[in-house]
């Protein structure tokens, strides 16, 4: 396993301070923060009409973590609109240490800038990152919860639309007709242009296998069963990309330079050992990020060298930091992944304390500027979400007014006319001391009334082979 950086976007499977519980009679509440309530019925309304988004209970979590945020933060904001109380000294300090390492970096590492025409051609002809397809496909997903049967009977459907494909028939009209893919379904299943990691791997690997004209066999994706044309391979002449590939040049170059600065750090820092069992206590701390640990639990080394130690401490106000998905990456990671994850944390504090051993720690005068900008961004962006002043009617209680501002947002965010609100570190802050989190039942009977009511809207005629239940598209890009 790889522990990369997500790039897919906040709907994802959040693990946050709140685990789900089975607290609730009815089942009909979703999550809870503090005395606010989101209910299925919210949770439909808010979903039901995004069939670009899957129905699943990573996605009602998704949603109701980010509602349990801005509940709570709209509450905060109806205490106090600066929201002076929050602490953005985590944030700060992360802000601050990487300033201190683009600074290490710009000071002690030379790069040779100097490219030259030579150069560029051997890259040109040895790499294959400029070649660029224009693709169609015809997509079906198999129902929710299918069985055995369900998925063979989908796979021979598509193996159906293939024969009558090689058989003369137009691809194009098959993909508007049976395609679940709406994005491409009404443009013939016409993908456009796309490069190398735009899409998921099995569909590149499949893709760049064809020539131009040429139909795959089943491709399969999470996404679902694809059939795959290929209609255009192009490569951009030498005179349009010299001057991207000079960019891929000096980039790696830099990276070489980079890797030769860390390893004489680490050399003179001594051995890096991981401990025993620290793959283990990273695990639980990603699993639990809003865990509080004693003095000595923090105080607990992962990582060792001669002059000093990665603490549990320190390790999860870096997990604080990162994306709900990441913490599910480090939270289900295996030991050799954990490993080498912990590993580079360590080295990123070498080279802090290489920073400031240089004199490049930043002054209490950036370090107060920073907050500040912090606070700035969190209040503008609560205030083009609709969370901050909170909006109540004469005499109206603040819970109902927290919920309809919480709901509004989410609306906004899923609508695209507003981006989500990260909170980072402020989340565990405004969860602190407070009642929340989502609720099993309530996920379950959500996922279950989105999947009906979508299903009941069935797909037209025109639209279904005989006896194909309906599903959800989503997209093919990575």
Known sequence: MKLTRPTIGWVVVLLAAGACSDDTPDGNVVARAGSVELTVDDVVDLLVDREDLPVTADLVEAVAELWIDYSLLASEAAEDST????DFQPMVRAGLDQE???ALRDSAIQVDTIVTDEDLRTLYESSGGNVRYRARHIMLQYPLQATQSQRDSVRDRLGELRSRITGGASFEELA?????????????GDLGFFGPGDMVRPFEDAISGLEPGEVSEIVETPMGLHLIRLDERERPAFEDVSSQIATQLRGQRAQEAESVFVSGVEERAGALTVVDEASAVVRDLAANPSVRLSGRAARRPLVEWPSGALTAGRVLELLRLEPPAFQ???????????????????????LLDEARASGL???QARADSLAAELSAQIRTAARRLGLLPLERAPGERLEPAVRRAALDALSKNLTGASPTLPLGPLSYQLRSGTTHGTLNAGVGRAVLELGRQRASRGLSADEMMPGEPPAVADSVGS
């Open 100 to 102: 201190l390492l683009v």
């Open 328 to 350: 599910q990456q480090v939270a289900d990671g295996e030991d050799e992944a954990l490993d080498g994850f912990l590993l580079a944390l360590a080295r990123r504090e070498l």
């Open 176 to 188: 508007r007709s049976f395609s679940q893919d709406r994005g491409s379904a009404s443009a013939g």
């Open 83 to 86: 929201l002076s109380d929050l």
């Open 361 to 363: 720690e930043a002054s």
